[in-house]
């Protein structure tokens, strides 16, 4: 875990650090300033999880509140001599996790870093879920069926806990693909509100499709795209990694800053393709834009979905031109996977002898089978967050 203390006294700050020594607390800490340029300042590279705030006073609360805006993944603690009931609903409405007393005690300190290890699903004891990056080539490729059928049969027959999260911000209907519900809340809803993201407040904004694989709905109304920034996806990646075993993001088709952040996070990423001249051209873009990024090539895995054995261009076509491995097939079963997408009902259920049936569960069987690995991470170079 890593966190910024930020105090205008450099003793305060080092007794604060000495603190969260004596908490037995495995961390990265580091002490600052607070300037306009660099609010927070980064631990190593990267955005602290943890800003504690010494010596905070109640003419500081907008600044606050801009800083969670643009860094929601941060829990931020305030120590304050003031008390009053009108400071602490204005700070906790700031985004404010924890208000401590001045000079707080290890005891107390430790209490409440635990209370925000546990808000947010993680600790010694998380799951490091893998996130897993699904898109398409060109429209129509089948990536939404795929992701969603693949997700049901990992919670379903291999009693994993699955999120899959809708990133098609226009045009998202993954729910529709395996349940009829309606979702009561959207990806879009939980952004405007990411002050209160935890693992609890991302379980009520999603669906229970199946025990073990819920479902975060893409945005009802396209206009509301906007309000979904790369930082929240990041932040709710993060929650969903911590509390999943498979966090599958349906990407859809837009490069920008926000759809890269799964790329970005992804330890693997599922381009769907098919053996058309029109889908290889684009999945050969996309790859190019992953190695420009610089995402080694063997964390993209080509799917090749209605694949036929006597199609015109071969695997060995597919993968030379594009220079990426296919990681599966999928089969063309026209009629079964019509009747899935009509009915809303995974293909795993209702037509368990088709043959994309099968290739499903050979991808499920293959990924729940891998050991867990640490998750990687790239910056976006080619699009700025802000």
């Known amino acids: 875990m890593k966190i910024k203390i930020l105090s205008d006294s450099h003793d305060n700050a080092e007794r604060l650090r000495a603190t969260l020594v004596q908490a037995g607390r495995t961390m990265d800490v580091a002490v600052g300033h607070a300037t306009s340029n660099d609010p927070i300042g980064a631990v190593n590279g990267t955005v602290p999880d943890i800003v504690v705030l010494d010596a905070f006073k109640a003419s500081a609360i907008a600044d606050l509140e801009r800083l969670t805006q643009r860094y929601p993944q941060i829990d931020p603690i305030v120590i304050t001599a003031d008390t009053s009931s009108e400071f602490l609903l204005q700070a906790f409405r700031a985004g404010v996790r924890e208000v401590l007393p001045p000079v707080p005690s290890p005891e107390v300190l430790q209490a409440a870093l635990t209370r925000i290890t546990r808000k947010r699903g993680g600790g010694a004891t998380a799951s490091a879920g893998k996130i897993l990056a699904m898109t398409s080539c060109k429209g129509g490729s089948g990536a939404t069926f795929l992701a969603t059928n693949l997700a049901w049969i990992l919670a379903a027959s291999h009693g994993k806990r699955v999120a899959?999260?809708?990133?098609?911000?226009?045009?998202?209907?993954?729910?529709?693909?395996?349940?009829?519900?309606?979702?009561?809340s959207?990806?879009?809803?939980?952004?405007?509100?990411?002050?209160?993201?935890?693992?609890?407040?991302?379980?009520?904004?999603?669906?229970?499709?199946?025990?073990?694989?819920?479902?975060?709905?893409?945005?009802?109304?396209?206009?509301?795209?906007?309000?979904?920034?790369?930082?929240?996806?990041?932040?709710?990646?993060?929650?969903?990694?911590?509390?999943?075993?498979?966090?599958?993001?349906?990407?859809?088709?837009?490069?920008?800053?926000?759809?890269?952040?799964?790329?970005?996070?992804?330890?693997?990423?599922?381009?769907?393709?098919?053996?058309?001249?029109?889908?290889?051209?684009?999945?050969?873009?996309?790859?190019?834009?992953?190695?420009?990024?610089?995402?080694?090539?063997?964390?993209?895995?080509?799917?090749?979905?209605?694949?036929?054995?006597?199609?015109?261009?071969?695997?060995?076509?597919?993968?030379?031109?594009?220079?990426?491995?296919?990681?599966?097939?999928?089969?063309?079963?026209?009629?079964?996977?019509?009747?899935?997408?009509?009915?809303?009902?995974?293909?795993?259920?209702?037509?368990?002898?088709?043959?994309?049936?099968?290739?499903?569960?050979?991808?499920?069987?293959?990924?729940?089978?891998?050991?867990?690995?640490?998750?990687?991470?790239?910056?976006?170079?080619?699009?700025?967050?802000?």
């Open 164 to 184: 899959l999260i809708d990133l098609n911000l226009q045009f998202g209907d993954a729910s529709m693909y395996v349940t009829d519900q309606k979702p009561a």
């Open 186 to 386: 959207n990806l879009a809803l939980v952004c405007q509100q990411i002050h209160r993201l935890d693992a609890a407040f991302l379980s009520s904004a999603m669906i229970e499709v199946e025990p073990g694989f819920s479902l975060l709905a893409a945005p009802d109304d396209p206009a509301h795209a906007t309000d979904v920034h790369p930082e929240h996806v990041e932040a709710i990646l993060k929650v969903a990694r911590a509390n999943f075993d498979f966090v599958i993001v349906d990407v859809g088709r837009s490069l920008d800053s926000v759809s890269l952040k799964p790329f970005d996070m992804a330890d693997t990423i599922f381009p769907v393709v098919q053996l058309t001249l029109p889908f290889i051209r684009e999945a050969k873009r996309l790859v190019q834009v992953f190695i420009s990024l610089g995402y080694p090539l063997a964390k993209v895995g080509l799917i090749v979905n209605r694949h036929q054995k006597t199609a015109e261009i071969s695997l060995e076509d597919l993968e030379r031109t594009i220079n990426a491995k296919v990681y599966k097939t999928i089969p063309n079963a026209y009629e079964a996977v019509a009747s899935s997408v009509n009915q809303g009902e995974p293909i795993a259920r209702l037509a368990k002898g088709s043959p994309v049936t099968k290739a499903l569960r050979e991808i499920a069987e293959s990924l729940a089978a891998e050991p867990e690995k640490a998750s990687k991470g790239w910056l976006s170079r080619i699009f700025a967050a802000h």
